[in-house]
């Protein structure tokens, strides 16, 4: 039997593949769910030292999730608040160009 998280992960993994998404990242960190959109950590391409980067899913209702990587770099050295804050900025301005 397959929890929701489960199915939360496996539908995550498919948006990643269709956002061309290298498969080889993995989700480090959750930042945050809504019902309108789920910010993560991923990891990066390249190797662990490289920084990691952000990705905005969007699933609105009624329509196909969509994938954006966020123009944000996260480090080793960045703390939880200082990259809470530069996604939830990204993330703003994102929402910012599509109205």
Known sequence: M???DDGREN???DILNKAQLDSTREIKDKIMET????V???SST???KEPYEAVLIEHPPA??????LLPVKITALTTKKERNQKVMEAVQDHFAKTD
């Open 2 to 4: 397959h929890s929701s």
């Open 11 to 13: 539908t995550l993994e």
């Open 35 to 38: 019902n309108l959109y789920s």
């Open 40 to 42: 993560y950590v991923l």
């Open 46 to 48: 390249k190797s662990d």
């Open 63 to 68: 329509s196909e999730p969509e994938a954006h």
